[in-house]
């Protein structure tokens, strides 16, 4: 199957099994962090990526750190774009992959285009059915309906 590859501009910050061609245009040095989850300690680096249409940053990884040095030219395979402060990360994963690509260039690099500069509402927590229907309960904004109650009478 052909894979079909998109251009740095058209990712969003709902972005998810998407196919780049980029160039690695920086890096941060790696920094440890430890783990939420089982107190684990990684290292975590961004690499700055683009085409000809944009930049973002990607988010490195432990090994993937290694993987990455500036003027490669990257094949990444099923990334997804996360929000990290309200700021857009490209985002390899498990089931992603990184290819360096060697022989082929991307002569220009627009890196006028920042696409993680822009800023995005962020939304904490798990996504939820509050008010989209569907409960059996009403959501936020849904008034309930009012239960009457003999002998009583309503407020205007």
């Given at each position: 199957?052909?894979k079909?590859?998109?251009k740095?501009s058209d990712?969003?910050?709902?972005?998810k099994?998407?196919n780049?061609k980029?160039?690695?245009v920086?890096?941060?040095?790696?920094?440890?962090?430890?783990?939420?989850k089982?107190?684990s300690?990684?290292r975590v680096?961004e690499?700055?990526?683009?085409?000809?249409?944009?930049?973002i940053l990607m988010?490195?990884?432990?090994?993937?750190?290694?993987?990455?040095e500036?003027?490669?030219?990257?094949?990444?395979?099923?990334a997804?774009?996360?929000l990290?402060?309200g700021s857009m990360?490209?985002n390899?994963g498990?089931?992603?992959?990184i290819i360096?690509?060697e022989g082929?260039?991307?002569?220009?690099v627009n890196?006028e285009?920042?696409?993680s500069a822009?800023?995005f509402?962020e939304?904490?927590?798990?996504?939820t059915?509050?008010?989209r229907?569907?409960?059996?309960?009403p959501?936020?904004?849904?008034?309930?309906?009012?239960?009457s109650?003999?002998?009583?009478?309503?407020r205007p």
């Amino acid at each position: 199957m052909e894979k079909s590859f998109v251009k740095v501009s058209d990712l969003s910050p709902t972005s998810k099994g998407v196919n780049l061609k980029v160039k690695v245009v920086g890096k941060t040095e790696p920094r440890e962090v430890v783990s939420r989850k089982d107190g684990s300690i990684h290292r975590v680096a961004e690499a700055i990526v683009g085409d000809e249409t944009g930049i973002i940053l990607m988010t490195l990884w432990d090994t993937r750190i290694d993987e990455v040095e500036i003027g490669d030219v990257l094949e990444i395979v099923n990334a997804f774009v996360t929000l990290y402060r309200g700021s857009m990360r490209l985002n390899v994963g498990r089931y992603g992959t990184i290819i360096k690509l060697e022989g082929e260039d991307i002569e220009e690099v627009n890196e006028e285009n920042n696409l993680s500069a822009m800023r995005f509402p962020e939304h904490r927590g798990f996504p939820t059915k509050i008010g989209r229907g569907g409960g059996k309960t009403p959501g936020r904004g849904v008034k309930k309906p009012r239960r009457s109650v003999p002998g009583r009478r309503r407020r205007p």
